[in-house]
């Protein structure tokens, strides 16, 4: 847990880049600190650490006054990734993640042993322990860069922005590994960001900073969206906050439409069409493992197998089980309209429409009200 | 003139003169190299660290290294008691040289070492002397390197002069050839002088290719 208890930190030009914070990060959650530029979040941050600071106030790490431990005894146990990695270049991937314990003492042996161990822990080989972080993609550097603070295996993990340099692709995936690390390792983890849709992605609670270093709201990501304190938080969530929302609920209720299928061989799987013709209607084609791979249009006739030029790529697929905001999103971004429902393994199960996921959305505001 | 080379190098005397001076020279070119780039990196860090510190650390160096270097071989003996004669004198006036060339490349290298490199260093839990030691200095190699190849070869080329004053090294050769104005140990004094300036140089490229292996490790794969 992190208490900051009246923490304001005001720069020597005058600045105030945080204003009399009082907050407290619970123990175990993912907490994202989010603002414009400016704002004293990333201040914030390092003031847990000590790399800043505070000019009046105290900041409690489980309870204790971080004023009370030396600076660099607490910095190693307290895992911290800073924006664009920060390896060391000279290092080799394993001696990089290895840092912290040998700096506590450990053997080198030890050390390195438990590097290999970490590298793997974040998704990456252990042949890659040899290499030098120029040799490593961005992604892969972020990765490596979340092993070295994770090595003494600290309660609590400082994250600086650190997807921010990476592509959206390869920060999806950043994103998803962390939360998958969280799953397993449960700790206490801020993130800092300027990217509202990371910080209610990642988040389990969002702090929202304003400028001059006023916390404008904390609360749950949900509550963030659908009720905003003010102007300059609903401002700052955005104009498609009423869409984003829809990632915070559940599709449970809808009912699953059917559609004529047919196999990638021209077989017929269902509906009432022989399988060598198409229809008046749209076919969507599976292959072998009943996984969508395409739809094809009304009225196409095709003798046989579908040929690849025959299909048009599908929309989004929405996973069943999954927040409603992918059921939407498959029946927008499919060409015939239908978003197709699958199951975790991709296999086709259904579709579904817009109207239906509106039709929802309106029921549930009548239950709430 | 060949004639004249080959007979002035097969006498034994001559040899065993151009050998002892010739070792001279490295003693008397590299032990300042050394001990001023050991002081030349407290003052770059200096400079590097503290913006005012900068101004007189650069002020003072620059200023140093000015003085002409047989006014500094003079000058030395009176401040420091010793004998004028006395090569000491030659290894403090390079060594002051060339801690004056090195401590702004010192600090030009610390410099370039990136800065969210060392405040990750910092936030892992260095201390700041063993993150000097350990992470910026190592890491300062590339740029360093390339001021400590020029201060070996002024430190080299500087050496010769201190023969006016009778300190030894190759610059013996050249005074005692002009004084009997026979040239073969003034060309053996300089080829040799200028091979010493490029072995030396091909030992700093080694040492600075084997302190960096992570340079040659290739790009992204």
Redo the contacts between chains.
């Keep these: 847990m992190i208490e900051f208890q009246a923490v304001t930190k005001r720069f020597d030009d005058g600045t105030t880049a945080v204003d009399n914070l009082d907050m407290v990060v619970e123990a175990g959650t993912i907490t994202v600190f989010v603002g414009p530029s400016g704002c004293g979040k990333t201040t914030s941050l390092r003031m847990v650490n000590r790399m800043i600071e505070p000019t009046s106030g105290t900041v409690l790490v489980d309870g204790e006054d971080i004023r009370k431990s030396n600076p660099a005894l607490l910095r190693r146990r307290i895992g911290y990734v800073i924006q664009q990695a920060g390896l060391f270049p000279h290092r080799t991937v394993l001696d990089n993640v290895a840092t912290v314990p040998l700096l506590s003492g450990w053997t080198r042996r030890k050390a390195r042993a438990r590097a290999a161990e970490l590298l793997e822990t974040v998704g990456l080989d252990a042949a890659m322990g040899k290499r030098y972080p120029s040799q490593l993609s961005g992604g892969q550097q972020q990765r490596v860069g979340v092993a070295r603070a994770l090595a003494a295996d600290p309660p609590v993990l400082l994250m600086d922005e650190p997807f921010s340099a990476v592509d959206p692709v390869v920060r999806e995936g950043l994103q998803d590994e962390l939360l998958r690390l969280q799953a397993d390792l449960d700790k206490t983890i801020v993130f800092v960001t300027h990217d509202i849709d990371e910080a209610v992605r990642i988040g389990e609670k969002v702090a929202v900073f304003r400028k001059g270093g006023v916390l404008a709201q904390y609360a749950a990501p949900a509550e963030l969206l659908s009720n905003p304190a003010d102007d300059f938080v609903s401002s700052f969530v955005g104009k498609d906050r009423g869409y984003r929302g829809l990632s915070f609920l559940q599709a449970d209720g809808i009912q699953l439409g059917g559609v004529s299928t047919m196999g990638l061989h021209g077989e017929h799987l269902s509906g009432e069409r022989p399988s060598t013709v198409g229809g008046p209607d749209w076919t969507l084609v599976l292959d072998d493992d009943g996984r969508p791979r395409g739809w094809l249009p009304p009225g196409v006739v095709i003798q046989g197998e579908p040929a690849e030029e025959d299909l048009r790529p599908g929309g989004s697929l929405y996973t069943e089980g999954t927040a409603l905001r992918g059921a939407l999103d498959a029946a927008l971004s499919s060409p015939s309209g239908l978003g197709v429902v699958v199951d975790d393994a991709g296999r086709y199960t259904g579709v579904v429409t817009a109207q239906q996921v509106i039709d929802l959305i309106e029921e549930r505001r009548k239950d709430a009200a | 003139m060949f004639d004249d080379l080959s007979r002035y190098l097969s006498s034994t005397s001559n040899q065993e003169l151009v050998l002892t001076q010739l070792l001279q020279h490295i003693y008397l070119s590299l032990l300042p190299l050394v001990i001023g780039l050991a002081l030349a990196i407290p003052l770059g860090w200096l400079a590097h660290r503290y913006r005012a510190a900068s101004g007189v650390v650069f002020g003072v160096s620059n200023a140093v290294y000015t003085v002409p270097s047989l006014a500094l071989f003079v000058v030395i003996p009176v401040v420091l008691g010793t004998q004028i004669l006395d090569s000491l004198n030659v290894v403090v006036a390079l060594t002051i040289y060339t801690t004056a060339l090195l401590v702004r490349p010192v600090c030009d290298a610390l410099d370039a070492v990136?800065f969210?490199?060392v405040?990750?260093?910092?936030?892992?839990?260095?201390?700041p002397v063993?993150r000097f030691v350990t992470?910026e200095l190592?890491?300062s190699v590339p740029v360093l390197s390339a001021g400590v190849r020029v201060a070996s070869v002024s430190n080299i080329s500087l050496v010769s002069v201190g023969a006016l004053i009778g300190t030894g090294g190759l610059g013996v050769l050249f005074t005692s050839g002009f004084q009997i104005s026979y040239t073969a140990p003034i060309i053996v004094g300089i080829v040799l002088t200028l091979v010493l300036a490029l072995v030396v140089d091909l030992i700093l490229v080694g040492l600075r290719r084997a302190l960096?292996?992570?340079l040659r490790?290739?790009?992204?794969?």
């Design positions: 990136p969210h490199v405040a990750a260093a910092t936030a892992m839990g260095y201390r063993r992470v190592p890491l960096t292996p992570w490790a290739g790009g992204t794969t």
